[in-house]
């Protein structure tokens, strides 16, 4: 009986800090999809207590992975564009298996022509499925420039554009995102102190478990921080990794273990 009590009371204890303790980064890892032509590769820098980063170049497509494909979660945090030059995309990576296959979420401040292609000021839920899954062969600039309609390997799966739905410089918004909670819901919450701008939920089964991580576009000086996750179920890896990213993804993660 003594121990069951002890039980309880150290799970409940886990319980409250996974929810209420930010989430160690120095786990996650950068990737950028640093296309021939176009920008750079993204420089994200770790702060010193290890629970936010900030991406500091005008980058091409750059993210910070958490490394953990799972289902069945809840992440929140806040981020912000910390200056006032540019006008380009800050946003999310979810459900992501490879580097071509994955679901974004992002925001432009600004429209704007680039790469043949058009981005509306606002927010958009996209889906990137590629053949290979490196998405250096299967996606371009293009795909992650264009948020108006489907282009290549991109389907858009919800919009909320506008002339006055852009993020505004420095300003702290709230992210909140339930993945795969209702099998096959992407639910996801922007918020603006506390006040809604965007709460959609798309319905695609598409991925239903991958990891999660920070992404921006064109965009330099994103802070992220704070992020907490709630529940999550962690999966083994889809087969389409092992067998199609092996040679990339799998061979440098089976050496960086040993
Ligand atoms: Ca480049
Ligand atoms: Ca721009
Ligand atoms: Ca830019």
Same mark, same amino acid.
């Given at each position: 009986?003594?121990?069951?009590?002890?039980?309880?009371?150290?799970?409940?204890?886990?319980?409250?800090?996974?929810?209420?303790?930010?989430?160690? =980064?120095?786990?996650?890892?950068?990737?950028?999809?640093?296309?021939?032509?176009?920008?750079?590769?993204?420089?994200?820098?770790?702060?010193?207590?290890?629970?936010?980063?900030?991406?500091?170049?005008?980058?091409?497509?750059?993210?910070?992975?958490?490394?953990?494909?799972?289902?069945?979660?809840?992440?929140?945090?806040?981020?912000?564009?910390?200056?006032?030059?540019?006008?380009?995309?800050?946003?999310?990576?979810?459900?992501?298996?490879?580097?071509?296959?994955?679901?974004?979420?992002?925001?432009?401040?600004?429209?704007?022509?680039?790469?043949?292609?058009?981005?509306?000021?606002?927010?958009?839920?996209?889906?990137?499925?590629?053949?290979?899954?490196?998405?250096?062969?299967?996606?371009?600039?293009?795909?992650?420039?264009?948020?108006?309609?489907?282009?290549?390997?991109?389907?858009?799966?919800?919009?909320?554009?506008?002339?006055?739905?852009?993020? =505004?410089?420095?300003?702290?918004?709230?992210?909140?995102?339930?993945?795969?909670?209702?099998?096959?819901?992407?639910?996801?919450?922007?918020?603006?102190?506390?006040?809604?701008?965007?709460?959609?939920?798309?319905?695609?089964?598409?991925?239903?478990?991958?990891?999660?991580?920070?992404?921006?576009?064109?965009?330099?000086?994103?802070?992220?921080?704070?992020?907490?996750?709630?529940?999550?179920?962690?999966?083994?890896?889809?087969?389409?990794?092992?067998?199609?990213?092996?040679?990339?993804?799998?061979?440098?993660?089976?050496?960086?273990?040993?």
């Amino acid at each position: 009986m003594k121990l069951k009590k002890i039980i309880i009371a150290v799970s409940a204890l886990f319980a409250i800090n996974s929810y209420a303790d930010p989430i160690d =980064l120095s786990s996650w890892s950068e990737l950028t999809l640093n296309f021939p032509g176009g920008q750079n590769a993204g420089n994200w820098q770790l702060s010193a207590d290890k629970t936010s980063v900030i991406q500091q170049i005008n980058a091409d497509p750059s993210f910070y992975l958490n490394n953990i494909n799972q289902t069945s979660y809840s992440m929140d945090g806040s981020w912000q564009v910390l200056t006032g030059s540019d006008d380009d995309y800050m946003g999310f990576v979810f459900g992501y298996q490879n580097s071509s296959n994955f679901y974004l979420f992002d925001w432009k401040q600004g429209s704007q022509s680039y790469s043949g292609t058009y981005a509306n000021e606002g927010m958009t839920i996209k889906k990137m499925t590629g053949a290979t899954g490196d998405g250096l062969t299967d996606l371009s600039l293009a795909e992650f420039w264009e948020n108006g309609s489907d282009y290549g390997d991109m389907d858009i799966l919800a919009q909320n554009h506008g002339p006055a739905e852009g993020w =505004l410089d420095g300003q702290l918004y709230d992210f909140h995102l339930d993945f795969n909670l209702t099998p096959g819901d992407i639910h996801i919450e922007i918020l603006q102190n506390g006040v809604s701008l965007w709460d959609v939920t798309v319905h695609d089964n598409t991925f239903t478990a991958g990891q999660f991580g920070f992404y921006n576009y064109s965009q330099q000086s994103v802070r992220y921080a704070g992020f907490e996750q709630t529940g999550g179920e962690e999966v083994p890896e889809p087969a389409f990794i092992l067998l199609f990213g092996f040679g990339l993804l799998g061979l440098r993660r089976i050496t960086k273990r040993k």
